[in-house]
């Protein structure tokens, strides 16, 4: 299973630096996980300080 950005994301990019794979891109006014491309390492959950980052 792929990781999911909620509403809470305020767009900082601190995910986008992280993903060792390039899934994470900007989507309408918040980031967006690529599902096809997440290979589920969790480094983007724990880059993200507002904790919008969960397993989907």
Partial sequence: MAFEISDACVACG???AQC???AI????G???IDAEKCINCGG???A???GAIEEA
């Fill in 14 to 16: 601190a995910c986008e």
């Fill in 20 to 22: 060792p794979v390039g």
């Fill in 25 to 28: 891109s900007m989507g309408d």
């Fill in 30 to 32: 918040k980031f967006e």
């Fill in 44 to 46: 983007c959950a724990g």
């Fill in 48 to 50: 993200c300080p507002t």
